[in-house]
């Protein structure tokens, strides 16, 4: 056989491969659709969209198994006779042919409309492995680019996919209702084709290496590298990896496609972290084919020897800092940098022009101090002096990797000037940044390469705190004057200590968020109220929990009747919580809670004598006095206490009967010492993950005018959602829909097992999250950030847009 006939035989099997691929996976995705349209059916809200909904539901379970067969048909049916061109385009030149004039109808615009966004969602978390398979066939097939109508483009499956939606009888309401959905099983499902494309022609050889710069096109139809938010899942990923997304997540789902399994021990990732990894991959694989140094440098490291830098590190990067308002140099020289960040040291001229453009920034900044006014103007000379001493900086430098290195800080400092949800004032400070930034990328390889690089983190965390103002948030458009004088402390400590690169960033960073944890609690008016009752309410929660555990062990060989042993487990730990947190551990009240507790276990054991029951009778009024009290002040209603009081009366009714079992005196006894000094048997720390487990309580009974406690809403989250819940740090700011209100809110607080989330409205109002509520408001878009991504990210992401118009200003 030829090479070129082999090559075409291999084309032509690579997009069977492809086809296939695509056939299985919109089998199995009606699965995911009805448990998408069910799960609509169980959420709350207004009436007339719940009977939007309802329709829509039943218009999905009559015509979705018509759609799904339309697709794989038409997918077949394209894939043996190519495409029938029906747009809109084609339509009007007909109408030219004939000298008519005539309307395009609204249906068909709207369906084209609908198909350009879901071929966007899909191109979003494609792009890379697009662009690695059309490089493949391009070369198979002897071609200069794909056909605009080729099967394997994202916008012609779009259209095959929204014209069998017509077709079967389904609205475009329907797609709608089900928009969310659709869009994210389809890029799954286009990545994991793509990519099982991708690893066939690799096995057969085909360009295992793909170096794009031969096959650059500018053309109108070729999908930019770094298109507006392209979400690239898989870049710098060995192929044969399992993919990252809904679709992969479910197991039946892989089954059914023929996917392989790769979950077993896989680490669960948020969505934010794996998208910033994405970026960064992105931009090590770009910028690395054109400095070839770059990339090796910055991913030479094991994640092995990373990980065990970062822990040494932690472990003694604060151990002179205790004082947030004054930093010693000691602070910075006691620890020696971890091994794999041993520094490539700049050249001295770079060293020398660094430390000039940085001295001549804080000479320009020092005149908008105190003036709000004149920071626009400073920013825009800011902006025009960064040119020129871009131009001199790549002068100063010995190789093209820092070269890069320069022009990439440049653009991302750029990007961040530019971004408009910060105040001018706080974006003259980040302005000052710029160079000690070049000088820990200069110098340290993975500044590039990890989203955990302190410098990244410290701008991310300040960004996060002043991007959530614009202008129908209510807000004063403006940082408040101590988030802003901590802003400038941290950029003059940094500033100060230009030789000890990761070191300072990581210790002033530990300050700013010592610092907002004290600035939301004591000097915000806003949130300090809604922190308290906040803080109130987990040691409550911790307590309660607490003293559930050891009661359980404490009655683990005691015969206490069930009833009593669910009372005290499930109200007498809370009644013991909240008054411990009202008046003390040690407090009168407290131990009265306690002898109440081993007087029911008494009066609930067999009682055999006449003279034990007599005494029963003369305890049981102060006893049942004493807990209606107690159950009063943990906020239980009237008829909950009579529902608890006459399940106890069952409870001794039995006792006297003696069908209970009789605890000795001497255990009796033993109990009542346990419990007089319960808070010494709390645990400190080793049964954390009980009480993480544990904490599912009901929190709606801590509701109040201040206060709002989300107790329902979203579904089960999946562990991405909570891994994603999890790494929310305080300061960012948010939109919250909740109880018919679509507003602003900032975290202001984490619990200390972050358990509780506090956000705080404009206005002063908290509502309180528990985690898995709060997973399940981001997995349903009730709760979004302000910002899609974090300030560093979209920097990157901006840069990365402008090497694919030029990368040569990499070298330039």
């Known amino acids: 056989m030829s090479a070129a006939a082999r090559n075409q035989a291999l084309a032509s099997q690579a997009r069977r491969i492809y086809i296939e691929s695509l056939v299985r996976g919109i089998s199995a995705l009606g699965k995911v659709l009805n448990e998408a349209a069910a799960q609509l059916l169980l959420q709350t809200t207004e009436y007339a969209v719940m009977v939007a909904r309802r329709d829509g539901v039943q218009s999905w379970n009559r015509h979705g198994p018509a759609w799904l067969s339309g697709v794989i048909s038409g997918l077949r049916h394209a894939a043996v006779y190519g495409i029938v061109e029906t747009s809109t385009a084609a339509a009007a030149s007909g109408a030219s042919e004939q000298a008519t004039m005539s309307l395009v109808d609204d249906d068909t615009i709207e369906r084209e409309i609908t198909a350009s966004r879901l071929a966007l969602a899909m191109m979003d978390k494609a792009t890379w492995e697009f662009t690695d398979l059309r490089t493949r066939m391009q070369v198979l097939e002897k071609q200069d680019d794909m056909p605009a109508q080729d099967l394997l483009r994202a916008n012609v499956v779009a259209k095959l996919v929204l014209d069998a939606w017509t077709r079967s009888g389904l609205a475009g309401s329907d797609w709608q209702m089900l928009r969310t959905t659709l869009h994210e099983e389809f890029s799954q499902l286009l990545v994991e084709c793509y990519h099982e494309t991708n690893r066939w022609l690799i096995s057969q050889s085909v360009l295992p290496e793909v170096d794009l710069r031969p096959f650059i096109r500018r053309s109108n139809d070729s999908t930019p590298l770094a298109s507006a938010s392209a979400y690239v899942p898989g870049a710098g990923m060995p192929y044969g990896a399992t993919q990252f997304g809904a679709a992969a997540r479910s197991p039946q789902i892989r089954a059914a496609s023929g996917f392989p399994d790769a979950s077993a021990g896989a680490v669960v990732r948020s969505p934010a972290s794996s998208q910033a990894e994405e970026v960064l991959q992105l931009l090590q694989k770009i910028v690395g084919r054109q400095v070839p140094a770059f990339g090796a440098t910055a991913m030479a490291e094991t994640v092995a020897t990373r990980a065990a830098a970062v822990a040494s590190e932690t472990a003694s990067r604060m151990d002179a800092s205790s004082a947030p308002t004054q930093v010693e140099p000691m602070a910075f020289a006691s620890a020696q940098p971890p091994a794999y960040l041993a520094s490539r040291p700049a050249a001295p001229r770079l060293s020398a022009a660094i430390k000039h453009a940085q001295e001549s920034l804080q000479r320009e900044s020092v005149h908008a101090e105190g003036q709000p006014s004149a920071a626009p103007k400073l920013l825009e000379e800011i902006k025009t002096r960064n040119q020129a001493f871009k131009s001199v900086l790549k002068q100063a430098a010995d190789t093209p990797a820092e070269r890069a290195t320069i022009e990439l800080v440049a653009m991302m400092f750029q990007s961040i000037l530019m971004e408009e949800h910060i105040p001018a004032s706080v974006r003259v400070w980040f302005a000052r940044l710029q160079m000690p930034v070049l000088r820990v990328a200069v110098s340290e390889p993975d500044f590039f390469a990890t989203t955990d690089h302190p410098a990244r983190q410290l701008i991310d965390r300040m960004g996060a705190c002043v991007m959530g103002f614009s202008g129908n948030t209510g807000t004063s458009g403006a940082a408040g004057d101590p988030l802003e004088r901590e802003i400038k402390r941290v950029v003059q400590v940094v500033e100060a200590y230009p030789d000890t690169g990761r070191r300072v960033f990581q210790t002033v960073l530990t300050e700013f968020e010592k610092f907002l944890d004290n600035y939301f609690k004591n000097e915000n008016q806003t949130t300090r109220h809604g922190v308290s009752l906040a803080q109130q309410v987990e040691q409550r929660e911790t307590l309660a929990i607490q003293y559930t555990i050891e009661l359980r062990k404490m009655l683990n060989e005691v015969p206490v009747q069930?009833?009593?042993?669910?009372?005290?487990?499930?109200?007498?730990?809370?009644?013991?919580?909240?008054?411990?947190?009202?008046?003390?551990?040690?407090?009168?009240?407290?131990?009265?809670?306690?002898?109440?507790?081993?007087?029911?276990?008494w009066s609930a054991s067999a009682k055999v004598s006449r003279e034990e029951r007599a005494e029963v009778i003369r305890r049981l009024p102060p006893l049942l006095k004493t807990l209606r009290d107690g159950m009063g002040q943990a906020g239980l209603s009237v008829d909950k206490q009579d529902e608890h009081v006459r399940g106890l009366n069952n409870a001794l009714a039995a006792a006297f009967t003696a069908k209970t079992a009789a605890i000795p005196r001497e255990r009796l006894d033993e109990l009542m010492d346990q419990l007089e000094t319960l808070e010494t048997m709390l645990p400190e720390g080793s049964e954390e993950a009980d009480i993480n487990e544990l904490l599912v309580r009901d929190l709606s009974g801590h509701e109040s005018d201040g206060m709002e406690v989300v107790a329902e809403g979203g579904s089960a989250p999946t562990p991405a959602m909570l891994a994603w819940a999890r790494e929310l740090q305080v300061g960012g700011w948010f939109m919250l829909d909740y109880r018919g209100r679509n507003e602003a809110v900032q975290l202001a607080w984490r619990g200390m097992r972050r358990q509780m989330a506090l956000f705080v409205t404009p206005t002063g109002r908290g509502v309180l999250f528990p985690l898995n509520r709060m997973a399940a408001f981001l997995q349903a878009g009730l709760l979004r950030p302000a910002q899609d991504e974090a300030l560093t990210v979209r920097a990157t992401r901006n840069a990365l847009a402008k090497l694919d118009v030029d990368p040569s200003r990499l070298l330039n």
């Open 562 to 601: 069930d009833g009593v042993r669910e009372f005290l487990f499930h109200i007498w730990a809370d009644v013991l919580a909240v008054t411990a947190v009202r008046t003390g551990a040690q407090s009168d009240n407290t131990k009265q809670m306690k002898r109440a507790a081993a007087d029911l276990i």
